[in-house]
Structure formats: C-alpha cells, structure tokens
C-alpha cells in the first residue's frame, strides 16, 4: 500500500478507521482536542484491541453532544459500546497539558506475526464532521518507518501524561444517560 491523501469528502480518516480498527491489535492516537459527543465507535469497531489516547486538553467543548448520522437508539448503542471499552482494561486514556504537538497522529498496528502491519495517520483526526469551514486533509502512511518514528515520539509524550480515563468514562455515561431520557420522553 502507498501513502494516500485521505479528506473529510469521500473516503476520509473516519470510514479508513472504519477498515483499520476492526482488524488492529493496538492503536495510539495523539490528538490535540477531541468532541466525546462526535465519537461513534461501534462495537465492532473497538472489538479487542488495546488503545491508547493521549489528549493535548480536555475541556468542556470536549463533552458536548454533537448530532450526527446515527438516531438516538443506535448513539446510546455506539456510547454503551465505548464505556464498556473503557472499562475493559484495553482503553487509556491521557491528557499532557504540558507540550502540544502539531499535526494530529497515530500508530495503528493490525494483524499479527508475519501478517503484522503499522500504519501511521497524520493530520485531522474526526468522527463527526471537524469544526472547520474548510478541508481537513489526513496522511495515511504504511509501513514500519514512519511508525516506529510516530511511536517514539508518543511514547514520550505519553510518559508525561496523567491518567483521565474515569472523568472520560463518566462524561461518556452522562451523554449515554441524556441520550436515553431523550428516547424515552
């Protein structure tokens, strides 16, 4: 596979994780910000691998419902299905307030053995449609050298992070919680 240009047009980064998560053993993301209400991951999605996210910020922008393509019934689905990822043990979660990194990027490795793969995303990393008037471009690059140079430098990042996943997970049962009253009412 060759680096590709991926847009929030077309086939952008949010239908490549689509193809990518269900097949990888562990993921790194490094995003500067991230909207818990634009997260979509189905269960399939986040299946068994381990994750790991390293947040620049997380702020109150960051918890807000977005609307997007899924009814209500299949959001409290797709949220039931990340609150249970985030207790299993396979998801963590960091914030490191202390540096900023500029573009967006993760290491993704699917498969295992000989059939082992990295791949490395860089630029916009979105679910829902980003907060932008114009494009949002994402560089996807296979191969080993660019991920081992991506894992480096999140590896130190992620070192002097601290642990927020259990305000994540109660911000996730919150928006789950408002989901459902709203089904209900």
Request: glycine content about 8%.
């Amino acid at each position: 596979m060759n680096a590709r240009l991926l847009d929030d047009e077309a086939r952008g980064i949010r239908s490549t994780l689509a193809t990518l998560l269900p097949t990888a053993s562990h993921a790194d993301f490094a995003v500067s910000r991230i909207r818990l209400g634009a997260l979509d991951l189905t269960p399939a999605e986040v299946g068994t691998m381990r994750c790991r996210v390293l947040l620049g910020r997380l702020e109150v922008d960051s918890l807000e419902f977005v609307a997007n393509k899924y009814d209500m019934t299949e959001r409290a689905t797709n949220l039931n299905a990340l609150i249970a990822f985030a207790r299993s043990g396979r998801l963590r979660v960091r914030v490191c307030c202390l540096e900023e990194w500029s573009p967006d990027f993760s290491v993704i490795h699917t498969g295992t053995g000989k059939a082992r793969a990295s791949m490395t995303l860089v630029g916009s990393h979105y679910f829902a449609r980003p907060p932008i008037s114009g494009p949002a471009f994402t560089c996807l690059l296979p191969g080993g050298d660019s991920a081992l140079l991506a894992a480096r430098r999140f590896e130190s990042i992620w070192r002097r992070g601290y642990d927020v996943l259990p305000v994540i997970v109660q911000s996730l049962e919150q928006l789950r919680n408002g989901i459902q009253i709203s089904i209900t009412a």
